[in-house]
């Protein structure tokens, strides 16, 4: 059975930085590729990043280019989200997932879902 499970929101000033965790088990990862997407209260569920989990591509939203960082350790079956410099409008609900048509920011390639972590940002 395939588990994902999210770690590490919370609530943080402006500016603030978190770690999101994810811990995957259930199936071997190679080939497939880890995102991050989020879901803020009456909006849709957006792409935010994601990494292949034998090679290391990555890939960001706009939004987040060059305030996220999304890594993976192989070795532990997890995938983080580093969070620098946290705007307001980073708040929502982060869903870890993992998408075994590889790399993708369409929500519907990915497989697996986790259960998500609420991370709330404020002014």
């Known amino acids: 059975q395939v588990q994902l499970v999210e770690s590490g929101g919370g609530l943080v000033q402006a500016g603030g930085s978190l770690r999101l965790s994810c811990a995957a088990s259930g199936r071997s990862f190679s080939g497939y590729a880890m995102g991050w997407f989020r879901q803020a209260p009456g909006k849709e569920r957006e792409f935010v990043a994601t990494?292949?989990?034998?090679?290391?591509?990555?890939s960001y939203a706009d939004s987040v280019k060059g305030r996220f960082t999304i890594s993976r350790d192989i070795a532990k079956n997890t995938v983080y989200l580093q969070m620098n410099n946290l705007k307001p409008e980073d708040t929502a609900v982060y869903y870890c997932a993992a998408s075994g048509k590889g790399l993708s920011r369409r929500e519907g390639w990915y497989d697996y879902w986790g259960q998500g972590t609420q991370v709330t940002v404020s002014s």
């Open positions: 990494i292949t989990w034998s090679g290391g591509i990555t």
